[in-house]
């Protein structure tokens, strides 16, 4: 009797594993919203539309920091950036809060076999423990960020090397790469290869793969027919372009940090030359689609797609040009905060359906958890989205964070989202706030926070990033 009920407890458990579904996260690294899906007139992204077609997409979707490893540890863990302290790229999370359990590690202890494949969490800080297969072992976790990055013990050397005189790490960022034939020496395809392969060896088991793709991070890297899908003349420039990082006037300094990160670092940008780095960014964008486009052909030809959960993410926003500004670090701008966001469960009949609530990325971890069935560990902060996959219109009342950290330690400036307003404070050096109403200033060029008229609002405002920046901000 009891033999028997021991058997049937282990049958039902090996009949819902039978039937959990799979995860595929994907995320492309430093991708703004310029997606065909996302309405962009200049990008070619045909993979990613199809993909939206499947699922929800996202319209108000934003990262919790607007840079690779605390955005990415934030979603990854749950919890806002305050909280992992994870404030720079040279942090893992697990060094303070070894308690803390990532997405991947929660799958894993849920039974589900976790993969790892390319950038999940930022390169060198990894949750290795987090993953059943590929885990990478940790070199830079506690590493100064002045300090020049150890190379990983047994790690093997990043493709894409420029050849020729040595470039110093500005102006390898900066250079504009052509791929021989169609990229099969760069990371990016590599890690489509190793999800494909991954994708037929677990096709039996439950399984949660985290497939991160490089590009469009700097430098643009694509073969040279995504590049010849734009002439670079008839790109246009935004529309507060500047040569250099610019400070829109009535706008506090401290909403843009003086020197680029990424691209034009430490020199002035042309309009030309403009138009040239966003045409490559659009290419980079592409060669990043396409292959997705390979594994999501291998998910359909392994007859997965009905069984797969499947998840696209940016893990931040970027700027490119618009005032001035070539890169991701320190934008509290719509452009930095907001990123794509898709979530495709075929269980869904919204397929196809656009949610233009506000989300934010801590939101994503219980999501998964709800949608899968497993257990909700202790912690988490955000909101299982699963409401708004049923019904992308319903009433979602929820604010969302980015904060950035010019020091690793304190908050340099919060920005509160909601449906109608962008708010943000900025501490230390050019302190001041703003104030923008996205939808009548869509390039945010007009400052509202000390117009008398919106004063209330600002006060309501003010108190939420007073009360979410409490205990972060910097010494007087
Ligand atoms: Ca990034």
Redesign the pocket.
């Known amino acids: 009797m009891r033999a028997a009920a021991i058997l049937s407890v282990l049958l039902a458990v090996s009949v819902s594993a039978a039937e959990r579904m799979n995860v595929l996260l994907i995320i492309s690294?430093?991708?703004r919203t310029e997606l065909g899906c996302y309405a962009s007139t200049l990008a070619k992204t045909p993979n990613l539309d199809k993909l939206a077609a499947t699922g929800v997409r996202f319209e108000r979707a934003y990262c919790q920091f607007p840079?690779?490893g605390p955005?990415?540890s934030s979603m990854l863990t749950g919890r806002h950036p305050g909280t992992t302290g994870v404030l720079g790229n040279r942090t893992w999370f697990g060094d303070k809060h070894p308690e803390f359990v990532s997405l991947p590690k929660h799958f894993k202890n849920s039974g589900y076999t976790s993969i790892r494949v390319g950038k999940i969490f930022?390169g060198g800080i990894d949750d290795t423990d987090a993953w059943s297969l590929d885990g990478q072992v940790r070199f830079l976790a506690g590493v100064p960020a002045g300090q020049p990055a150890p190379k990983p013990k047994g790690g093997k050397a990043k493709a894409g090397k420029a050849k020729g005189p040595a470039l110093n790490k500005d102006q390898r960022s900066d250079r504009r790469v052509v791929l021989e034939g169609n990229g099969e020496s760069h990371a990016d395809y590599r890690a489509a290869d190793r999800a494909i392969r991954y994708l037929n060896d677990f096709k039996d088991k439950p399984f949660f793969i985290g497939c991160g793709f490089l590009k469009p991070?700097s430098p643009p890297e694509a073969p040279q027919r995504f590049y010849d899908m734009w002439n670079a003349s008839e790109i246009p420039l935004p529309v507060d372009f500047a040569p250099k990082p610019t400070v829109p006037p009535g706008f506090p300094a401290g909403s843009i940090r003086p020197q680029n990160a990424d691209l034009f670092v430490g020199r002035d940008a042309s309009p030309e030359e403009a138009r040239e780095m966003i045409r490559a960014y659009l290419a980079s964008s592409s060669f990043m689609d396409w292959n997705v486009g390979r594994v999501l052909a291998e998910l359909d030809r392994l007859g997965l797609r009905e069984k797969t959960i499947v998840v696209f993410w940016?893990?931040?926003g970027y700027q490119l040009g618009e005032k001035g500004k070539w890169s991701?670090a320190g934008s509290l701008w719509e452009q930095g905060a907001r990123t794509p966001f898709l979530i495709c469960d075929p269980r869904e009949k919204t397929a196809g359906k656009v949610c233009p609530r506000v989300v934010q990325m801590v939101d994503l971890y219980p999501t998964l958890v709800q949608l899968c069935g497993l257990d909700v560990p202790p912690g988490l902060v955000g909101r299982s989205l699963a409401p708004l996959m049923g019904d992308p219109d319903a009433p979602w009342d929820h604010p969302a964070y980015t904060v950035w950290s010019e020091d690793g330690r304190h908050f340099s400036g919060v920005l509160v989202r909601t449906e109608q307003w962008r708010y943000g404070e900025f501490f230390g050096r050019g302190a001041g706030s703003m104030l923008i109403d996205p939808a009548a200033d869509p390039h945010e060029l007009n400052n509202l926070a000390n117009d008398p008229a919106h004063a209330e609002v600002v006060a309501k405002l003010s108190a939420l990033v007073k009360s979410y920046a409490a205990g972060h901000t910097p010494p007087p």
């Open positions: 690294d430093d991708m840079l690779c955005s990415r930022h991070h940016g893990d931040h991701k």
